[in-house]
């Protein structure tokens, strides 16, 4: 485990990473502040632990769509190996 120093709208954390999971959580560091900046252009009033929220609203919803794809993706390519399965077996028979 390495400990990293990250700031996410305009705060600091320090986080414990497994190592070499340093410039992922950069990243993903950055992509949460990315999100806060874009939410606050429309509403500058809003709090951070509001700001906080909906990026990570925003971040599950990707996620939940990624799987979503991810599941239909694999549905397919079984449909199509099951498909190629049946074909071949009446190819051979």
Do not use: W
């Amino acid at each position: 485990m390495s400990t990293l120093d990250l700031s996410i709208g305009n705060k600091a954390y320090r986080l414990a990473v497994p190592a070499g999971g340093e410039e992922k959580a950069r990243s993903l560091a950055r992509k949460i502040d990315t999100l806060m900046m874009e939410i606050r252009k429309a509403d500058p009033a809003m709090d951070r632990d509001n700001l906080l929220m909906l990026a990570a609203l925003q971040l599950a919803s990707e996620a939940e769509g990624t799987e979503a794809r991810s599941q239909a993706t694999l549905d397919a390519v079984n449909l199509f190996h099951k498909t190629l399965s049946s074909r071949l077996e009446s190819l051979a028979g």
